[in-house]
């Protein structure tokens, strides 16, 4: 049979420097041995390659801006991540975006010192605990998780109460970074808590239908004592964490990019293979619009996500009065509700080419089916997104 092209139809990929190159080839050699034919049982069983993190370390790509990656790369990371298996790109985001990127811009040197170095070898595992149970995009000005402020002979320390949930990488990380609102002043404060600190409470969560290899807890904090010296010195208010949640929301969208490569990967293999009425699967027309509407749902998104990557890197600059200078939250708002949405539709057809044999997860496509529901979810519903885009273009807030 013919080579087929590539899912990268219009060749995004050449833009990438030699080295960039390089090393995603290696990065893809790593995922089809010791990922992809392993990953749907992972999932079945709800458990976490532990295992792998020493691989993954190897591959030097935590924090790819140390190492003068451009953001292309590091989105395509996330995406090829994403198209070989969505959990472990979940919990590939959570520790170096999240985590790790955030020890980077807002810890102090001495936590940097402290922490970063098994941080970013892996040898140590970190969460990001923002999420609460009756609050999730409103977090900002509904978080009840409390930090009062103790100053004693001891020294000062924080005393923390409330409960966490849905935190990726909660239920075995050594560290996460979490969010509280001081007790006395009413602002958000950050903290480098310790897990197995007295007081801490971390429950998995069980019975999801997607991500199941991701481990999220519900965390529950009793009169926990946490040191000065982890409070996260560079975050004064809640404000401070845009660019956090900017990021991770870049990396979701880049994630939406990934799994619709991964339906048209496993759509058209199962197309081109599969025999009905004598002839493949492929040769009917109805099958190849909905082949063709897949890659184009895919390729537009990924486009998107390109020229979001160029804005990071410099864009414009100078343009519009600077706005076209870096990715903007409303900008990134877009990208994410749209690249999602044209990812629950790409994934719809995937499951539908492959009739009965799309909801198994022998085929996979089952898989990513379920998974691209968490995508469409998380780091701001398609809901917020859609709507912080739609205010940055009226002027109009129709957020409460």
Same mark, same amino acid.
């Given at each position: 049979?013919?080579?087929?092209?590539?899912?990268?139809?219009?060749?995004?990929?050449?833009?990438?420097?030699?080295?960039?190159?390089?090393?995603?080839?290696?990065?893809?050699?790593?995922?089809?041995?010791?990922?992809?034919?392993?990953?749907?049982?992972?999932?079945?069983?709800?458990?976490?390659?532990?295992?792998?993190?020493?691989?993954?370390? *190897?591959?030097?790509? *935590?924090?790819?801006?140390?190492?003068?990656?451009?953001?292309?790369?590091?989105?395509?990371?996330?995406?090829?991540?994403?198209?070989?298996?969505?959990?472990?790109?979940?919990?590939?985001?959570?520790?170096?975006?999240?985590?790790?990127?955030?020890?980077?811009?807002?810890?102090?040197?001495?936590?940097?010192?402290?922490?970063?170095?098994?941080?970013?070898?892996?040898?140590?595992?970190?969460?990001?605990?923002?999420?609460?149970?009756?609050?999730?995009?409103?977090?900002?000005?509904?978080?009840?998780?409390?930090?009062?402020?103790?100053?004693?002979?001891?020294?000062?320390?924080?005393?923390?109460?409330?409960?966490?949930?849905?935190?990726?990488?909660?239920?075995?990380?050594?560290?996460?970074?979490?969010?509280?609102?001081?007790?006395?002043?009413?602002?958000?404060?950050?903290?480098?808590?310790?897990?197995?600190?007295?007081?801490?409470?971390?429950?998995?969560?069980?019975?999801?239908?997607?991500?199941?290899?991701?481990?999220?807890?519900?965390?529950?904090?009793?009169?926990?004592?946490?040191?000065?010296?982890?409070?996260?010195?560079?975050?004064?208010?809640?404000?401070?964490?845009?660019?956090?949640?900017?990021?991770?929301?870049?990396?979701?969208?880049?994630?939406?990019?990934?799994?619709?490569?991964?339906?048209?990967?496993?759509?058209?293999?199962?197309?081109?293979?599969?025999?009905?009425?004598?002839?493949?699967?492929?040769?009917?027309?109805?099958?190849?619009?909905?082949?063709?509407?897949?890659?184009?749902?895919?390729?537009?998104?990924?486009?998107?996500?390109?020229?979001?990557?160029?804005?990071?890197?410099?864009?414009?600059?100078?343009?519009?009065?600077?706005?076209?200078?870096?990715?903007?939250?409303?900008?990134?708002?877009?990208?994410?509700?749209?690249?999602?949405?044209?990812?629950?539709?790409?994934?719809?057809?995937?499951?539908?080419?492959?009739?009965?044999?799309?909801?198994?997860?022998?085929?996979?496509?089952?898989?990513?089916?379920?998974?691209?529901?968490?995508?469409?979810?998380?780091?701001?519903?398609?809901?917020?997104?859609?709507?912080?885009?739609?205010?940055?273009?009226?002027?109009?807030?129709?957020?409460?």
């Amino acid at each position: 049979m013919q080579a087929l092209p590539p899912a990268d139809f219009f060749g995004y990929e050449s833009l990438l420097t030699d080295q960039e190159a390089a090393k995603l080839a290696q990065l893809r050699t790593f995922l089809a041995e010791e990922v992809a034919p392993y990953s749907t049982q992972w999932w079945n069983d709800a458990e976490f390659p532990a295992h792998i993190l020493p691989k993954i370390a *190897a591959l030097n790509l *935590a924090a790819p801006d140390r190492l003068q990656f451009s953001h292309l790369f590091t989105g395509l990371v996330i995406a090829e991540m994403t198209r070989a298996d969505t959990s472990l790109a979940t919990f590939f985001l959570v520790h170096h975006d999240l985590f790790v990127q955030a020890l980077i811009d807002f810890g102090s040197e001495e936590q940097k010192a402290r922490l970063l170095p098994d941080a970013i070898a892996l040898r140590t595992t970190g969460a990001f605990a923002l999420t609460e149970p009756d609050h999730g995009s409103d977090v900002s000005g509904g978080m009840e998780t409390t930090a009062r402020k103790v100053e004693d002979d001891a020294g000062t320390h924080w005393v923390l109460n409330g409960t966490k949930r849905w935190i990726g990488n909660g239920t075995f990380c050594n560290h996460m970074l979490l969010w509280a609102k001081d007790a006395d002043t009413g602002e958000v404060r950050g903290f480098i808590l310790d897990g197995s600190l007295p007081g801490v409470e971390r429950t998995k969560i069980e019975h999801k239908i997607a991500l199941r290899t991701v481990q999220n807890a519900h965390i529950t904090l009793d009169n926990v004592r946490v040191e000065e010296r982890d409070r996260f010195s560079g975050v004064g208010s809640f404000s401070d964490t845009n660019k956090m949640l900017r990021g991770s929301r870049i990396s979701v969208a880049w994630q939406a990019v990934g799994q619709q490569l991964a339906a048209f990967d496993v759509a058209r293999a199962y197309a081109v293979e599969r025999q009905q009425f004598g002839k493949p699967l492929a040769s009917f027309q109805l099958i190849q619009g909905q082949l063709v509407k897949m890659l184009g749902n895919a390729t537009a998104s990924l486009a998107m996500m390109v020229r979001i990557a160029a804005l990071q890197d410099g864009g414009d600059a100078g343009a519009a009065g600077g706005f076209l200078s870096d990715a903007t939250m409303a900008q990134v708002a877009l990208a994410k509700a749209h690249t999602t949405a044209a990812m629950r539709e790409t994934v719809a057809m995937g499951r539908s080419i492959l009739g009965g044999n799309g909801i198994v997860t022998d085929y996979r496509m089952a898989k990513i089916f379920a998974d691209a529901e968490a995508i469409y979810t998380y780091e701001g519903s398609h809901e917020i997104n859609t709507l912080i885009a739609g205010r940055a273009i009226t002027g109009v807030s129709a957020i409460v």
